[in-house]
């Protein structure tokens, strides 16, 4: 199967560089012209897809190489992209940062090459000028085949920027405009990247003034047209990308954790379990006194459970009926933030400590760094409720906080290290554990899960 598709990376030579700034402003701007649009974002994060799909109103996903093989990526690409017009791919860290710092495993450079697309390099100009061009020609020879054909210069004064083109477009790429120091492109950050988008007042008009300024300053006609150059794509298996998903007959009903405390999920999880049959029902653990009505199945995703301790502790009915859903048998599947609401204990920053559902036997407190960062493979190592015994699956860590019960049933593992370490606790039908698994890396996870909420469901009815 193969299928034309404009597409473009916005990739830079470091973190900090401006390119989740300048990539939502080029989005909303395409946005503004009636352009549809999808959004990707290279690597494990999934907070910038969020703003992407909460602020802009545009779907965004993840392309990751470690998660997937190249073609496994290919396949995804080309399947999420199919109703619009260009797909904007963001960048993470360094264009050629990959696994471990040494190797270009996972990096942008890597996913621009399994998916054939043009390269634009932010230039973060602070500090710099004529250097910047020794630096790009570094870029354009590191590898023979870099994509790179172009860049934005950041953070740069007209003048400035009108001195460097010639100098940058003698290098045989082109410069397609440049972005100066403005209010519009000051966003915030945290320790997880850009703050959440219900945390900024009046992101949408900051965007659209944003986007603005880009179309003044920045060729985005250009951008149109070398999106429009990328090579058709095609599986090079020659196997027929999945039209729809497979049918697994009726819905079943998953109670999902969606709000401030609780809202980092891979939007290819998400898809993969409404594929399988699941009908996901958002809650709020923070604002809402009862869980979904008829549910048959639970998602607790990671987030900032931190920041609302008090309030979590206090809706007491909620985590009541958390606790009767363990009880009763219900499917559990407890990320990060959803594994450490899950404790008998939370502890704060400040070390007040917070009574939280009980499930988990044990205290989660902070350790005043970051414990573990990364990706990971993980494998049971004995047969889980949703897992075999030697199945693994992929994931990424990130968290400031510990617990006194981690659980032991699945070894952990960074890519080409042989230490490795006990992680993921199963009880019953309830899997929690601090990983963010990438389910599509092994789909028998949110397989099985959902025949054992199916099991709930007939259970239930039978009961009626």
């Given at each position: 199967?193969?299928?034309?598709?404009?597409?473009?990376m916005?990739?830079?030579?470091?973190?900090?560089?401006?390119?989740?700034?300048?990539?939502?402003?080029?989005?909303?701007?395409?946005l503004l012209?009636?352009?549809?649009?999808?959004?990707?974002?290279?690597?494990?994060?999934y907070?910038?897809?969020?703003?992407?799909?909460?602020?802009l109103?545009?779907?965004?996903?993840?392309l990751?190489?470690?998660?997937?093989?190249?073609?496994?990526?290919?396949?995804?690409?080309?399947?999420?992209?199919?109703?619009?017009?260009?797909s904007?791919i963001?960048g993470?860290?360094g264009?050629y940062?990959?696994?471990?710092?040494?190797?270009?495993?996972?990096?942008?450079?890597?996913?621009?090459?399994a998916?054939?697309?043009?390269?634009?390099?932010?230039?973060?100009?602070?500090g710099?000028?004529?250097?910047?061009?020794?630096?790009?020609?570094?870029?354009?020879?590191?590898?023979?085949?870099?994509?790179i054909?172009?860049?934005?210069?950041?953070?740069i004064?007209?003048?400035?920027?009108?001195?460097?083109?010639?100098?940058?477009?003698?290098?045989?790429?082109?410069?397609?405009?440049?972005?100066?120091?403005?209010?519009?492109?000051?966003?915030s950050?945290?320790h997880?990247?850009?703050?959440?988008?219900?945390?900024?007042?009046?992101?949408?008009?900051k965007?659209?003034?944003?986007?603005?300024?880009?179309?003044?300053t920045?060729?985005?006609?250009?951008?149109?047209?070398?999106?429009?150059?990328?090579?058709?794509?095609?599986?090079?298996?020659?196997?027929?990308?999945?039209?729809?998903?497979?049918?697994?007959?009726?819905?079943?009903?998953?109670?999902?954790?969606?709000?401030?405390?609780?809202?980092?999920?891979y939007?290819?999880?998400?898809?993969?379990?409404e594929?399988?049959?699941?009908?996901?029902?958002?809650?709020?653990?923070?604002?809402?006194?009862?869980l979904?009505?008829?549910?048959?199945?639970?998602?607790?995703?990671?987030?900032?459970?931190?920041?609302?301790?008090k309030?979590?502790?206090?809706n007491?009915?909620?985590?009541?009926?958390?606790?009767?859903?363990?009880?009763s048998?219900i499917?559990m599947?407890?990320?990060?933030?959803?594994?450490?609401?899950?404790?008998?204990?939370?502890?704060?920053?400040?070390?007040?400590v917070f009574?939280?559902?009980?499930?988990?036997?044990?205290?989660?407190?902070?350790?005043?760094?970051?414990?573990?960062?990364?990706?990971?493979?993980?494998?049971?190592?004995?047969?889980?409720p949703?897992?075999?015994?030697?199945?693994?699956?992929?994931g990424?860590?990130?968290?400031?906080?510990?617990s006194?019960?981690?659980?032991?049933?699945?070894?952990?593992r960074?890519?080409?290290?042989?230490?490795?370490?006990?992680?993921?606790?199963?009880?019953?039908?309830?899997?929690?554990?601090?990983?963010?698994?990438?389910?599509?890396?092994?789909?028998?996870?949110p397989k099985?899960?959902?025949?054992?909420?199916?099991?709930?469901?007939?259970?239930q009815?039978?009961?009626l």
């Open positions: 199967m193969s299928q034309e598709n404009k597409r473009i916005l990739a830079a030579p470091k973190s900090g560089s401006g390119k989740t700034m300048i990539t939502c402003g080029l989005l909303q701007a395409l012209r009636g352009i549809a649009c999808r959004s990707f974002k290279c690597g494990p994060d907070i910038d897809p969020m703003f992407h799909k909460a602020v109103g545009i779907n965004g996903g993840n990751d190489t470690f998660f997937l093989d190249h073609e496994s990526v290919r396949e995804l690409f080309l399947r999420e992209s199919k109703e619009v017009q260009i904007v963001e993470v860290m264009y940062d990959g696994m471990g710092g040494d190797s270009t495993w996972a990096s942008s450079y890597e996913v621009a090459c998916v054939k697309t043009p390269v634009v390099l932010i230039l973060d100009c602070r710099a000028s004529l250097s910047l061009a020794a630096v790009l020609k570094g870029f354009l020879e590191y590898r023979n085949d870099s994509r054909e172009g860049v934005i210069l950041n953070r004064s007209p003048v400035m920027a009108q001195r460097l083109t010639p100098q940058i477009e003698a290098l045989g790429i082109r410069v397609f405009g440049y972005l100066p120091q403005c209010d519009e492109a000051d966003f950050s945290r997880l990247g850009l703050v959440l988008p219900g945390e900024v007042e009046g992101l949408k008009d965007l659209i003034k944003l986007a603005c300024k880009m179309e003044e920045v060729d985005i006609d250009g951008l149109l047209w070398l999106s429009g150059t990328a090579p058709e794509l095609s599986l090079e298996s020659g196997k027929e990308e999945r039209d729809e998903p497979t049918t697994y007959g009726e819905k079943i009903p998953v109670g999902i954790a969606v709000d401030e405390a609780f809202c980092f999920y939007q290819e999880n998400r898809k993969m379990l594929d399988m049959g699941a009908q996901l029902i958002p809650f709020s653990p923070l604002r809402d006194s009862h979904p009505d008829g549910i048959c199945g639970l998602i607790l995703g990671g987030g900032y459970p931190e920041l609302y301790l309030q979590l502790s206090e007491q009915n909620m985590l009541k009926e958390i606790r009767e859903a363990s009880e048998h499917p599947l407890a990320e990060c933030g959803g594994f450490l609401y899950l404790h008998e204990e939370l502890e704060s920053q400040e070390h007040d009574l939280m559902a009980g499930i988990i036997p044990g205290r989660a407190f902070p350790v005043g760094k970051l414990k573990r960062f990364g990706y990971i493979e993980a494998a049971a190592k004995e047969d889980m949703f897992l075999k015994k030697g199945e693994s699956i992929r990424h860590e990130f968290h400031y906080w510990d006194t019960n981690n659980g032991e049933q699945m070894q952990a960074k890519p080409g290290r042989d230490a490795g370490w006990d992680c993921v606790l199963t009880r019953d039908n309830v899997m929690a554990g601090f990983p963010h698994f990438y389910y599509p890396s092994n789909p028998m996870l099985r899960f959902l025949e054992a909420c199916r099991q709930v469901m007939t259970q009815r039978k009961k």
